[in-house]
């Protein structure tokens, strides 16, 4: 929207004083904010959400404001232009939007108890004090609380508390700081702290509701990627401490605000004794993104929403790099390739995505901004290209000069690159705008054409897709000489392929260690040379080779039932990255057949070959010594041999079930889910359901939820599907937090897709008042479309969404999500037959 402009142009705050009075009983604060700063107009204008404002002074006198709720704003005049002081009184609700100051629930031996937290990013201080409210302004905060405390209640903040008076908690004057990034907290809190090499002190904080070794893990992780971090950036933590709070009630993963950050309690607390070692991987990579950005985000900051891109991209390739130093043995990343690079690839193939630098002004927009497979997932990939060309000693180098040039401070994209440039002598802004600027990929296809093997660019789409002639600067890695570092044009042709095969020795490849972000469709000739010399791939290279056959069969340009025949070759890998890519394509071939079919059986006689001889060498119980490998696989397989009916697997499963029926927590985490979803499904009674879903509410071990929640989603009795649904609406079992995992297991279960697809076309109002305010929100829109696939489903999916589709933030989703959903209906009817055919004969 043109008329929006940046309030920071009229006003530039330096310092906030920040007063505020919260009752949890009356849901209600009142607060008090002096902000010092430049006034560059007499007419300026703050931003404010639901503030009821009593007073504003200006240097001592009273002013008339006007109060412009449509665009956030209060308004008014000040005497004269330069230094001021303004005061506002106001007061506010408490909301349960999970932004803002906002109170989370839990429960502790029966006793309902609630923290108050903090979620400002990306506008939501406004609601909680008066102030210029863009990441540009930066300023320096001064905090005061006081609340409704009880005796031994936590109070935390992005600073060490200076004082208590009066019941008012003061804090030390922060660095020059954005609001987004301002937090605090206050409850009834356990802790465990340490110290880093360098004195930073870390602590880790929960609810009572969880064991104390649940603190454990997490504690080492934060306490190690700071160092490493101070290492890597050669630039000191800036700040006294590092908190880390995990909330009962949370909307996104975690959130950095500067030295106190925030965290679902399922990726930061997790039971040391028993949690698999995916997750163990995973609360680890969240908690080393959210202390990247503690320097980049925090301590260097995007000018504007635009940039937020250099936030989280830049973030989502640290976590690895860091958790990879710190944790060698975990080879994780691997996961960066079985998680966002999927990710990735298939969101950024469907025509209409975002590119990873959007133009953006209206809030509303800003939120539908975080699209993780984007911004996230494909940003890192970009980056990890950059770290390839560069190394990382220039990639060091360039970060050290960025962090010093810009700290406490704002930047551009530009910026990185100019100062990556400085330590690299490459330009590498020229080379990332292709991928900054540009939707989607290129595939690269590889050819031998009258003898010359030749390569040509194209941009791949899955579903209907608008050629509009892009053209990537790609990185190609080959492992032949003859291919250019950097294919800049249209097409290359690398010279005589019976030569270059014959000095090579070896089949051509493309992308060595799937680092760039591009698929690769080999020729006839090519790809058979690579299947033929299959074992001289590495893993990582196996799983690409698997993963771009299945994204060019998603996108039609082979058919699925020449890839069904592939698989067998790659099933007896120990690895699990190509465990992960091999069930990731068996998967896909589930839409193509109908339930209880004899197309079906063949599916679930395909699912056993590929799995029995893995199933015999890992078995159900993880063995102590294991490798990481062995652990990480046996989900994949167990998995498939359950989906395959195999008797022996539902009998192993049942048992194991009997014998642990006591504590059922008990059961190795690894299996658990398996095990627990086994019994509703082929065991499942209306006592079990119920037992099932009191642990559910009562259990703090996340984890241990994710598994009931998959267990119970995949009951297959109507009633208790209805009974299920009939709990979506009630916190006290399921936690608005929690509802978008339910809402999915039930509509991917046949039994319960219409009851819950029903729930979601009755219920939208309800969901939009619930979490409407969220970033999650379009991701209920986005898992639909992701289960979708009959021409029915379609024509009802845009029955219902194609009114919605100006509501601001929802309507590039309800796009892609209509082609998704088309191009798979479409996939269907033109490969059904072929599909089942090649599944039967495998
Ligand atoms: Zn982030």
Redesign the pocket.
Known sequence: MAELTHFYEYFQPTHYNIYLDINRGTKQFSGRTTITGNAKAEKIALHQKYLEINTITVDGTSVEFTMDNDHDAVRFSVPKTGEVTIIVDYKAPLTDSMMGIYPSYYEVNGEKKQIIGTQFETNFARQAFPGIDEPAAKAKFDLAIKFDEQPGETVLANMPEQKVENGVHYFDTTVRMSTYLVAFAFGDLQSKTTTTKSGVKVGVFGTKAHQAKELDFALDIAKRSIEFYEDFYQTPYPLPHSWQLALPDFSAGAM?NWGLVTYREAYLLLDPDNTALEMKQLVATVIA?ELA?QWFGDLVTMQWWDDLWL??SF?NMMEYVAIDAIQPDWHIWELFQTSDVPSALQRDATDGVQSVHVAVEDPAEIDALFDGAIVYAKGARMLVMVRALLGDDALRKGLKQYFATHQYGNAKGANLWAALADASGMNVGEIMNSWLEQPGYPVVTAAVENGKLTLSQQQFFIGQGQDAGRKWQIPLNSNYAAAPKIMADRQVTLGDYAQLRDENGQPFRLNQGNNSHFIVKYDATLLQDILDHLSDLDAIDQLALLQDQRLLAEGGQISYADVVPLLARFADSHSNVVNAALYQVANNLKKFVTPDSAEEKHLQALFDKLSAAQVARLGWTPQAGESNDDQLTRPYVLSAALYAKNAAAVASAHDLFTANKADLAALPADIRMFVLRNEVKNYGSAERFEQLLTAYRQTSDASYKADIRAALTSTTDPELVQRLISHFEDADTIKPQDLRGWYRGVLANDAGQQAAWDWLRNDWQWLEDTVGGDMEFTTYITVTAGIFHTPERLAEFKAFFEPKLNTPGLTREIKMDIKVIESRVNLIEAEKAAVNQAIAQA
């Open positions: 950095e993104h950005h936030n989280e973030a």
